[in-house]
């Protein structure tokens, strides 16, 4: 175990730490869009959705919490490397050099990241039933209610751009700590992530909008 802890002591242990989350990460945003998908064919659909993955019992437990002791690391290695960096700023123009170009998304991760945490434990203390007493109201009419209010609905499409942002970055970088950036694919990872991150942005973003306007 000495040797994992001296890797993940590492600059480069703690970027491989970041990738292997991040990658993670993704394919929870994949797995939740689909399911939440379901909202368009209305209440029956949704809640059976909600129904089959309540019946994990235990285990969704674990896979929530486990999500987020991912993505907490993920946040806290990040904002790591981005202190040394910052504290190295005399020559951390030699390191700093982004083949894929310098933008938004690249940019704003450390800022997106400490904000889309700030919104999974929101969102999970207003969703979860660990944290929300049902009582006897489906997920559908408790997802209803919250998108009646404005504010929430805003504060949720806002925390949706802060993921295509977050997102759109990430998959291009974690190919490169991977070691998998040949010259010749990174165009096509390049696009791969801004689909990505468009199809993660639109889709979860007009979740509430179609919820509180259309529906």
Do not use: C
């Not at 909202?39 to 486990?66: K, M, R």
């Not at 083949?99 to 800022?111: E, F, L, N, V």
């Not at 945490?117 to 979860?128: K, R, Y």
């Not at 199809?199 to 306007?213: E, M, N």
């Amino acid at each position: 175990m000495k040797w994992l802890t001296t890797t993940l002591g590492t600059s480069i242990g703690k970027k491989l730490m970041m990738a292997a989350t991040g990658l993670s990460f993704i394919g929870f945003l994949a797995v939740n869009l689909a399911g939440n998908l379901t909202l368009y064919g209305g209440a029956d659909a949704f809640n059976s959705y909600a129904e089959h993955l309540h019946a994990l019992g235990p285990l969704l437990g674990v896979a929530e919490f486990g999500l987020l002791g991912l993505f907490l690391i993920h946040v806290f290695s990040g904002l790591i490397i981005f202190w040394q960096n910052f504290n190295a700023r005399p020559t951390r123009y030699a390191v700093n050099r982004n083949p894929g170009g310098k933008t938004i998304g690249s940019a704003t991760m450390p800022y997106t990241g400490l904000l889309i945490l700030m919104f999974i434990l929101f969102h999970l203390t207003n969703f979860s039933r660990f944290f929300v007493d049902q009582g006897g109201t489906t997920i559908f009419q408790i997802v209803s209610t919250a998108f009646q209010n404005p504010v929430y609905v805003g504060l949720y499409v806002l925390a949706m751009v802060m993921i295509a942002l977050h997102v759109s970055h990430g998959f291009w970088s974690l190919f490169q700590t991977f070691g998998l950036n040949h010259p010749k694919y990174m165009p096509a990872i390049n696009t791969g992530g801004l689909i990505l991150s468009l199809v993660f942005g639109l889709g979860f973003g007009f979740l509430p909008i179609y919820i509180a306007f259309i529906a």
